[in-house]
């Protein structure tokens, strides 16, 4: 049975590209591969790209409230995309996970629970 959850994020997966700055680091090709069913228990929704991928030192640290990747002075942001997408994927019972090869580019996955509860702001 699809859930609140499953449907927001397939209808809007460019609010999830938009929130980590996908294509705005590089200017190279990417994918955003829509919610897929890992087993009956889980799903993902990975998004990857060609990039120069991300240092093995910076792989931990993008994941932190205002870190950026020390070659990206230059692009306009916060360094809270990424960390935002982690925290929301840990309220909802999930984790992110990065797999970064230097020249080949980066694959993100977020991965949450079927029937994970929706998360509403509170009033």
Not at 25 to 40: G, R, S, T
Not at 71 to 81: F, K, M, N, P, S
Request: charged share 25%; glycine share 10%; proline share 6%.
């Amino acid at each position: 049975m699809e859930t609140d959850l499953d449907l927001e994020i397939a209808v809007q997966p460019c609010c999830w590209s938009r929130l980590i700055g996908l294509g705005q680091y590089c200017a190279c090709n990417f994918e955003l591969v829509l919610p897929q069913m890992l087993d009956a228990e889980r799903w993902c929704l990975a998004v990857e790209d060609t990039g120069p991928g991300i240092i093995p030192d910076e792989r931990e640290k993008i994941f932190s409230e205002f870190y950026r990747i020390s070659d990206t002075a230059h692009v306009a942001g916060t360094g809270l995309g990424l960390a935002v997408v982690k925290r929301a994927a840990e309220l909802l019972g999930g984790k992110i996970q990065l797999d970064s090869e230097q020249g080949r580019g980066s694959r993100f996955e977020v991965i949450l629970p079927r029937g994970a509860p929706t998360a509403h702001p509170t009033s």
